[in-house]
């Protein structure tokens, strides 16, 4: 069983829609939970840092974190066209430990 | 993420060549992470290091890949006598707080 798992997509959405991406994963140690947004031949940039459990929002991002169900998810409200990459999860256990990563869902906002 | 620099951005390499791909990290982060990242795949961990420590190197292959973070200057990958299995995408990382992993943009190795 691996680490993380994440549906890979694609996933396909009109411009405003409201986008749910999900991972879910095994390891209960986990502690940190991040989401990368990852362009085309770039390098992934970090647009939510969660840790524990709960909720965080950040513009028109929300990320929540269930440990319980060991389920986090990325809400994007409003998406839009520029919102178009592949979006991947990532978690921790803590300092000293690896950062495991889902293998990606590729977006599409279509305008 | 343009905070962590990653050179040559593009290196093209002959069979049993040897690829040096250097990162360094953003300012007074000391924990550096390498992957590698094939076309449509996800990010592989290689390994993690402190400055002039290896911490873990689980994801390394044990032939022809060695990395280190000496004191002073950046991260250096190294692969010996490529092989066209190691064209790829080799990203670092570095570390702030626990849980913030910044990326750079990344080496892209192509071997002939």
């Known amino acids: 069983q691996k680490e993380v798992e994440q549906d890979p997509g694609p996933l396909s959405v009109p411009e405003g829609a409201i986008v749910s991406l999900n991972c879910t994963y095994s390891?209960?140690?986990?502690?940190?939970f991040m989401w990368y947004r990852q362009y085309s031949r770039k390098g992934p940039e970090l647009l939510m840092y969660?840790?524990?459990?709960g909720n965080k929002e950040d513009g028109r991002f929300t990320a929540q974190v269930d440990k319980s169900s060991k389920y986090i998810s990325l809400f994007i409200r409003d998406s839009q066209p520029s919102d178009s990459a592949t979006y991947l999860c990532?978690?921790?256990?803590?300092?000293?430990?690896?950062?495991?990563f889902g293998t990606g869902t590729s977006l599409t906002v279509i305008p | 993420n343009a905070g962590v620099m990653q050179n040559p951005r593009h290196l093209v390499r002959r069979r049993g060549q040897e690829a040096r791909l250097r990162c360094s990290p953003m300012?007074?982060?000391?924990?550096v992470y390498w992957y590698r990242q094939l076309p449509e795949e996800g990010l592989k961990f290689m390994v993690y290091?402190?400055?002039?420590?290896?911490?873990?190197e689980s994801g390394m292959p044990k032939e022809r890949f060695s990395a280190e973070f000496p004191k002073e200057g950046p991260s250096i990958l190294r692969i010996q006598q490529v092989v066209r299995g190691d064209s790829a995408a080799y990203f670092c990382?570095?570390?702030?707080?626990?849980?913030?992993?910044?990326f750079g943009e990344g080496s892209r190795l192509t071997v002939l």
């Open positions: 990532a978690m921790s256990a803590g300092t000293g430990n690896q950062f495991y």
């Open positions: 390891n209960s140690a986990f502690q940190y």
């Open positions: 969660t840790y524990s459990s």
């Open positions: 300012k007074g982060h000391s924990h």
């Open positions: 290091l402190q400055k002039e420590n290896i911490i873990d």
């Open positions: 990382a570095s570390l702030a707080v626990p849980g913030e992993l910044f």
